[in-house]
């Protein structure tokens, strides 16, 4: 119901811009880029995401918002500069990226902001309001540091501490991330249906890029479903209390928001001593683990969804340094 809301809201909002006359929307365009117009250039952005971008109407709303953000910011720095939208400098697009280095953000982050800005031109070019391609050229430093340092998979002891402090409804939320390596957001869109404790099996149908895939259930994920189930799913004695209030009942969880889940999945760190880092680090615990048992990036890459192994490689595992300590060990 909420995705249906979203798409329903994202093309009402493109239509606005649809509903104009060619001319009428490249001046509109053209009086808003001159007037650094945020709201303005943010909503042609998004128009533009909702039709012409390769996944269309189906963008996802987190990508949506992360444009529309970078579009913001990067608007609010061509005011503060004076710079022309329309008619940017030569080296306009060079200076931003510096600027945001040099303040300290980190490239992964610059990366996100320079696609956004790149959107935003786009935007501006389908519009018709002007030619320019400011940032196709544009080059962001690589960070040599991995995703791993920069933000390592929470431990052992981390998981079980948590643990022991968490209801059902928390445990089983913990167990899907942290063995079944699922992002928040595949999590949150299960249903009943898409649970098979007998197989060990969940059915994620829209993971990143709104691709679908089988993963399998450890022996305590898949004791920790059976558990939820027969607790609060239908017909269980405490289903009143877990069922969703704002979303469709056969949804498992009852947090309809990555923010809410992120509210009480805090709260239930805090109470056990141990650092909330986010969703992620729980993702990056189950691909470290699997594979230290399965020596296969192929493999654990096909657990987390990735696309790509060079993802699970940069970012979500490792083998250990003395890997390969006993197969040397005869030499």
Request: aromatic share 8%; charged share 25%; proline share 4%.
């Amino acid at each position: 119901m909420t995705l249906a809301l979203y798409r329903a809201t994202t093309l009402a909002q493109a239509d606005e811009w649809l509903n104009l006359h060619d001319d009428e929307m490249r001046r509109r365009a053209v009086q808003a880029a001159g007037d650094k117009d945020v709201g303005v250039l943010v909503s042609l952005t998004r128009a533009y995401l909702t039709q012409q971008s390769r996944s269309g109407v189906l963008t996802s709303g987190r990508t949506v918002e992360a444009y529309s953000l970078g579009v913001r910011q990067f608007v609010e720095y061509a005011a503060g500069r004076a710079l022309n939208l329309l008619r940017p400098g030569r080296h306009d697009a060079a200076r931003y990226v510096q600027a945001m280095l040099a303040a300290g953000r980190q490239p992964a982050g610059v990366q996100l902001k320079v696609a956004a800005a790149g959107c935003l031109y786009r935007a501006l070019r389908w519009a018709g309001a002007t030619e320019a391609d400011p940032f196709r050229d544009v080059k962001v430093p690589r960070d040599p540091t991995s995703g791993l340092d920069k933000r390592p998979p929470y431990s052992e002891d981390d998981l079980i501490d948590v643990l022991e402090h968490a209801d059902p409804h928390e445990r089983f939320l913990l167990f899907l991330i942290a063995h079944a390596g699922l992002r928040i957001s595949e999590a949150l869109a299960l249903t009943w249906a898409d649970l098979d404790e007998q197989t060990r099996r969940i059915h994620v149908r829209s993971g990143k890029g709104r691709k679908a895939r089988r993963v399998a259930m450890s022996a305590r994920l898949a004791r920790a479903s059976r558990q939820f189930r027969l607790l609060a799913g239908p017909g269980g004695p405490e289903h009143a209390r877990y069922r969703p209030k704002s979303r469709a009942p056969e949804f498992v969880f009852r947090y309809a928001t990555q923010q809410a889940a992120r509210y009480h999945l805090q709260r239930l760190f805090a109470r056990a001593g141990v650092e909330f880092r986010g969703f992620h680090p729980g993702r990056k615990y189950a691909g470290t683990r699997l594979l230290q048992q399965v020596k296969d990036f192929g493999r654990v890459a096909a657990h987390l969804g990735h696309a790509s192994v060079d993802t699970t490689r940069s970012g979500y595992a490792r083998l250990a340094a003395d890997d390969l300590k006993d197969e040397l060990a005869g030499w």
